[in-house]
């Protein structure tokens, strides 16, 4: 099935924005506001706000940011046995890895919408803002993370089906 290109391109650039531009400014906000919360504390008086806001941001920032590491397979990983076998064993050892990586992330989705569902009652100390878009970038990352993996084992499948490794 061949998707129409308007809508490929629109996909890509979804993607795009949840996995670079929404990092960057959550970057952006976090790096300004932990800098207006050392200027206030140094030279004026301490702000709560900014600290709040900078933890917020963090995750927001580390969560998506991960997903963009996971597009391009830079996380960080201790490799030495993975590099030492034939590609078709690498291709077996990605497969049980994402296997499991899948399976676990399937079984945190439900409960982890619920706990983010639950947690709009309450509200940030200081910002007021509801802890449930505080905790909502993790929603985000288990359906990119699910999509990206099931993607990852069709495609090992579908190279080990041919004979080779890719």
Known sequence: MKIPQPLEKFGRFLVDVIEVYVPV?????LFL???TQIVA???????????????????????LGALYAKRDNSHVAFSMVYDAVSPRAQAYMRIAGNA??????LIAL???WEYVSFMAYKKSDVLLIPLNIAFFPFMIFLADMIVRIAVDLVHDFKSLGKGGAA
Not at 25 to 29: A, G, N, R, S, W
Not at 43 to 62: G, K
Not at 100 to 105: C, D, I, N, S, T
């Open 25 to 29: 400014v959550t970057f952006c906000v």
């Open 33 to 35: 506001s932990f800098l």
């Open 41 to 63: 504390r140094y030279f004026f008086r301490p702000l709560l706000w900014p600290e709040e806001l900078s933890l917020m941001c963090f995750v927001w920032t580390a969560l």
């Open 100 to 105: 499991l990586q899948l399976f676990a992330f």
């Open 110 to 112: 439900v409960p982890s």
